[in-house]
C-alpha cells in the first residue's frame, strides 16, 4: 500500500507544527524516519523562519536605510535558526510522532533499527567482496 502524501495545504499546516489528519500517519513516520529525515528537518526549519527572515530583511533595508545592517542580521538570525534547528531536530522529530499517536522516542528507535540494517548489510557485502 502505498503511502499517502499531504497536500500543499496540509505539508504546510504540518511545517507549522500542526497536526495532520490519521490518514497521514504513515507519511508522518516516514517523514520523520527516512534517510533524509534531517534534510527535512532542515526544510521545516527553513520554512518556519524564512518568512520572518525575509520581512525583517526588508523592514530593516526600506525603513533602518542601511541595507548592508539588514543583511548582516539576516545572516545571522538564518545562522542562529540553523543551528537550533540542527541541534533539536531529533527531539522536535520525536514530539511530532508523539503528536501523531507514536510512542515516545519511537523514531530515535526506528532510524536506530535501520542504521543498524544498513551496516549488517554494508558488512556482508565487504566481506563477501574479500
Known amino acids: 500500500m502505498a503511502i499517502r502524501r499531504p497536500d500543499p495545504v496540509h505539508w504546510v499546516y504540518f511545517q507549522y507544527g500542526g497536526r495532520l489528519p490519521d490518514r497521514y500517519r504513515e507519511w ?3 517523514n520523520s524516519t527516512c534517510r533524509t529525515w534531517l534534510a527535512r ?3 521545516r ?3 518556519q523562519v524564512l518568512p520572518i527572515l525575509a520581512l525583517l530583511f526588508v ?7 542601511s541595507w ?3 543583511a548582516g542580521s539576516v545572516l545571522l538570525g538564518f545562522l542562529v535558526s540553523l543551528r537550533f534547528t540542527l541541534a533539536y531536530a531529533v527531539e522536535s522529530v520525536d ?3 508523539v503528536q501523531h499517536g507514536y510512542p515516545p522516542e519511537y523514531g530515535s528507535a526506528v532510524r ?3 542504521d543498524a540494517a544498513a551496516a549488517a548489510r ?3 557485502r565487504w566481506a563477501r567482496e574479500r
Open 95 to 97: 514530539a511530532r510522532l
Open 122 to 124: 554494508y558488512r556482508d
Open 112 to 114: 536506530k533499527r535501520e
Open 68 to 70: 548592508p545592517l539588514a
Open 45 to 47: 526549519g527553513m520554512v
Open 41 to 43: 528537518a532542515f526544510v
Open 28 to 30: 508522518v513516520l516516514h
Open 59 to 65: 523592514g530593516l533595508g526600506v525603513f533602518g536605510g
